[in-house]
């Protein structure tokens, strides 16, 4: 687990959020829990992607999936 806000708070995730990503150039958590919404110096708690990214490439391999640019037409 990892946690991340904006200390002074006003951004963080809030009810509803979890699953949701945290990323900071690539995806760094997902979102699990948190005290209130975007509190200051109430941090949300993220699960780590690096923890678990042996069992996301083992699981992605493993279950056939649909990639989503080809579920939308072409571009013009």
Request: aromatic content about 10%; some cysteine.
């Amino acid at each position: 687990m990892l946690c991340a806000a904006n200390i002074a708070g006003g951004g963080d995730s809030c009810d509803g959020d979890s699953g949701g990503p945290l990323v900071c150039k690539l995806s760094v958590g997902i979102t699990s829990w948190g005290v209130g919404c975007a509190l200051p110096n109430k941090p949300g708690v993220y699960a780590k992607v690096s923890t678990f990214i042996d069992w996301i490439t083992r699981t992605v391999s493993f279950n056939s999936y649909t990639r989503a640019e080809e579920t939308f037409p072409p571009k013009p």
